[in-house]
Each structure stands twice: as C-alpha cells, then as structure tokens.
C-alpha cells in the first residue's frame, strides 16, 4: 500500500489538474459569452461538483489521524477511483463538447 503522504500527493495532483481544466474550460466559456449553451454550463457545474466532492475527500483524509486515515482510506480508496474516474470523464465530455461548440 502506498504511504499516506502519496496518497495525498496523488489525491492534490489530480485535483489540481482538474482545477486547471475547469479553469481553461471557463475562459472558453467566457469568450463565447452569451453563446455557451446551457448544456454546456451544466457540464461544467457538473464538473466542479465532482472536483468538490475529490477535495472534501482529501480534507477528511488529511485531518484524520494515521490510524483513521488508514481505515478512512480502505473504506473510501474506491470511491476516491470512481471520483477520479468520473471527474476524468467529464473533462473530456466537457472539453470534447466545448471544441464542437467552438468550432
């Protein structure tokens, strides 16, 4: 198993290139302006409640102690995946519908 100090480093890298995204996204967006669709901005929103629920996750972590992190890991190291996995999907849902928007 990986040491506590990885998995956070893990959980922070993938959170922060999800924070990145969703900033790129945004300026997109932004300069469309009135012309991003609604589907587009739900997408989005979509989005930043998964990387949301990734970041309350690594708070909890974080402030657990080693004997809780390790028991709060092994209950949650799956759903940490499927938020990792769904936050992954809907950047490239996301960005595949923002390039046909704009192009």
């Known amino acids: 198993m990986?040491?506590?100090?990885?998995?956070?480093?893990e959980m922070e890298n993938k959170l922060d290139q999800g924070e990145k995204k969703v900033e790129e996204?945004?300026?997109?967006?932004?300069?469309?302006?009135?012309?991003?669709?609604?589907?587009?901005?739900?997408?989005?929103a979509a989005a930043e409640r998964q990387l949301e629920k990734g970041k309350?996750?690594?708070?909890?972590?974080?402030?657990?102690s080693d004997e809780e992190f390790d028991k709060l890991?092994?209950?949650?190291?799956?759903?940490?995946?499927?938020?990792?996995?769904?936050?992954?999907?809907?950047?490239?849902s996301l960005s595949e519908k923002v390039k046909s928007?704009?192009?």
């Open 73 to 92: 890991w092994e209950a949650s190291k799956e759903n940490w995946k499927k938020i990792a996995d769904e936050v992954e999907s809907g950047w490239t």
């Open 25 to 44: 996204l945004k300026a997109k967006m932004s300069e469309a302006g009135d012309d991003a669709s609604d589907e587009l901005s739900e997408a989005l």
């Open 2 to 9: 990986a040491s506590r100090q990885e998995i956070q480093s």
């Open 101 to 103: 928007y704009f192009s």
């Open 56 to 64: 309350a996750k690594l708070s909890e972590l974080a402030a657990a």
